[in-house]
């Protein structure tokens, strides 16, 4: 953490993902999906039980060059002064 109290990396990450995606109409998709994890400053500061975690919904548009996504995703815990919920556009899979 740096003066401000805010992350700055480690040497140790765990990422678990789930998505459940579905056809809405033609090139459109849905998307359902729960994230969990947490970077860890050291190998020896991991801990499996010490995550952050989310849940949200999102749109896939499947075109013929690039698959477009946005989601949007709602914390469980957020933190004090941490926003709820967070809109997110991306290119291609995450998996």
């Keep these: 953490m740096d003066a401000g109290d805010n992350p700055t990396g480690g040497d140790a ?24 994890g947490n970077v860890y400053q050291t190998l020896q500061n991991f801990s499996p039980c010490d995550l952050r975690s989310s849940f949200g919904f999102g749109v896939r548009v499947r075109t013929p060059y690039l ?9 469980l815990n957020p933190k004090p002064g941490e926003s709820k919920g967070q809109f997110f556009f991306s290119f291609g899979q995450a998996f």
């Design 13 to 36: 990450e765990l990422i678990l993902n789930s998505e459940l995606r579905f056809p809405l109409y033609k090139f459109f998709d849905g998307v359902a999906f729960v994230d969990a």
């Design 67 to 75: 698959l477009l996504r946005f989601d949007y995703g709602i914390k």
